[in-house]
């Protein structure tokens, strides 16, 4: 009898330990992804709909706060708001893909590294714009379901990458850009 009860312990703790590290195992995926560009391996780490979703909502609050809500009796106010909003979703849309989260990993512009240019020609500059996706980042749970990497831009400003737990797995369903509130 004493044989099964330390059996099934060691299945717990090796299931436990199977979960815990699963964020790490996500963002090594996604890191061996993003520097291979391979979309097909990333888009297996990431839920693209829910990021695509999340930025969105965060893009469009942060224009509503710069812009101000537009008075409903001004309908050329509420035309451009639209506009504005359909081109932020837009430009999430195109932005969101491998090759702009590997950008966003690594604390680049997205065009920086879209842009396909090769590498300056000395070895040392090349070793350093080599990328280096969540290089440097913090790691932390949030909640059972709930992990995040947190990495600096160009700037010094956090980004935090979102993980969450799906069944076993783990998925990239979120990014909190470093959008500032205006002062008031």
Do not use: C
């Not at 999340?54 to 509420?78: C, I, M, T, W, Y």
Request: charge should be positive; avoid cysteine.
């Amino acid at each position: 009898m004493k044989k099964w009860l330390w059996l099934a312990a060691a299945v717990l703790v090796a299931l436990l330990a199977w979960t815990a590290s699963g964020p790490y195992r996500t963002v090594n995926a996604i890191r061996d992804a993003a520097q291979a560009r391979d979309a097909a391996a990333m888009a297996k780490q990431v839920d693209f709909p829910a990021l695509r979703s999340s930025l969105k909502a965060q893009l469009g609050g942060h224009l509503l706060r710069e812009v101000g809500a537009p008075s409903p009796d001004n309908p050329f106010a509420v035309f451009g708001l639209g506009i504005a909003n359909g081109l932020v979703g837009g430009l999430v849309d195109t932005m969101v893909t491998p090759t702009g989260l590997g950008a966003m990993m690594e604390g680049r512009k997205v065009w920086d590294r879209a842009s396909g240019l090769p590498p300056p020609s000395s070895d040392e500059a090349r070793t350093s714009s080599e990328p280096r996706p969540l290089q440097d980042a913090q790691y932390r749970y949030e909640s059972l379901s709930r992990f995040t990497a947190t990495v600096h831009d160009d700037q010094g400003r956090p980004v935090v990458f979102v993980m969450t737990r799906h069944g076993l797995d783990w998925k990239l369903s979120d990014i909190r850009l470093p959008l500032q509130e205006p002062a008031p």
